[in-house]
C-alpha cells in the first residue's frame, strides 16, 4: 500500500509537467499571487435611428485603482474607482457601476465570466457645449466567453494573465470559442426601443482568434491577441 502511494506521488508532477513542452513554458513553485493596477472598464451604447446620426451613451466613471487576487489558473480583480474622481468631468453627470470579472485560464481552455451594471449615461454629441445627461438611464450585462487553445503546449495564457508560469521561448497559437450575453437596457425616458423603455437581448456566436507571446528577455515580454 504504501509502494503504491509512493508511485502515485511521484508520478503527478510528471504527468502535470508531461502536458507541455518544457522548452517553451516554465513553471513557478507558487500557487497565490496579488497584483495592483490601474485600469478603466466601462459600458457604451451606440443607437441607430434611422435618417439621424447615431446616438452614443457613454458613462462617466473615473479610472480605478484597485487589486488581484492569483489563485494558480484564476485571476479575481477588485477596482476601487474614488480615489481618481477628479478625473470625472462634472458635466458629464455621474454614473454608479458594478463591474466585476473574473478570469480562467486552462492549460486548453480559458474563460471569462463577466457582471456589469451601470446606471447614469450621457449623450455624446461630439460637442461639448451640447452635452445631454441621462441619470435615469441603465445597462446591465451578463456573459460568458470562452476559448479553446491549439497550440497548448507551447503557448501559455497563464505566464500572460495569472503569472503562474513563464515563457521561455516566444510562442504563439489559434484560439477558437464562442460566447453567450444577456444584456438589458432600460430608461424612463432617454432611450426608446419599438416604442418601449426597455430592451431584453440575448445573444451567442463563435469566435477565433491568434493569440502570441513574445520573449524579450529572461525577466521580460510581450504578449498580444486578436
Known amino acids: 500500500m504504501k509502494r503504491i502511494a509512493l ?4 508520478l503527478m508532477p510528471i504527468l502535470a509537467y508531461g502536458q507541455v513542452d518544457s522548452t517553451y513554458i516554465g513553471f513557478y513553485d507558487k500557487d497565490l499571487g496579488i497584483k495592483g493596477f490601474v485600469a478603466k472598464d466601462f459600458v457604451n451604447m451606440a443607437q441607430e435611428i434611422k ?8 458613462p462617466n466613471n473615473p479610472v480605478s485603482v484597485g487589486a488581484g487576487l492569483l489563485i494558480y489558473n484564476s485571476v479575481i480583480n477588485f477596482g476601487y474607482g474614488y480615489g481618481f474622481d477628479f478625473m470625472r468631468d462634472k458635466k458629464k453627470g455621474k454614473t454608479k457601476s458594478f463591474d466585476f470579472q473574473y478570469h480562467y485560464y ?7 465570466i463577466a457582471l456589469q451594471r451601470y446606471k447614469g449615461f450621457y449623450l455624446d454629441n461630439n460637442d461639448s457645449d451640447k452635452i445631454t445627461i441621462h441619470p435615469d438611464m441603465s445597462i446591465r450585462m451578463y456573459g ?4 479553446y487553445v491549439l497550440n497548448n503546449k507551447k503557448f501559455s495564457y497563464r505566464a500572460t494573465f ?5 515563457q521561455l521561448k516566444s510562442a504563439g497559437s489559434f484560439v477558437v470559442g464562442g460566447g453567450i450575453y444577456n444584456t438589458k437596457i432600460a430608461s424612463d425616458t432617454s432611450f426608446v426601443y419599438d416604442r418601449k423603455n426597455v430592451l431584453r437581448n440575448f445573444q ?14 529572461r525577466y521580460w515580454f510581450i504578449s498580444g491577441s486578436t
Open 204 to 217: 451567442f456566436g463563435v469566435s477565433g482568434g491568434y493569440a502570441y507571446n513574445w520573449v524579450l528577455g
Open 144 to 147: 460568458v466567453h470562452g476559448l
Open 7 to 10: 508511485i502515485v506521488v511521484l
Open 162 to 166: 495569472s503569472q503562474s508560469e513563464r
Open 51 to 58: 435618417g439621424q446620426d447615431d446616438k452614443v451613451f457613454l
Open 106 to 112: 486552462g492549460r486548453k481552455f480559458v474563460f471569462d
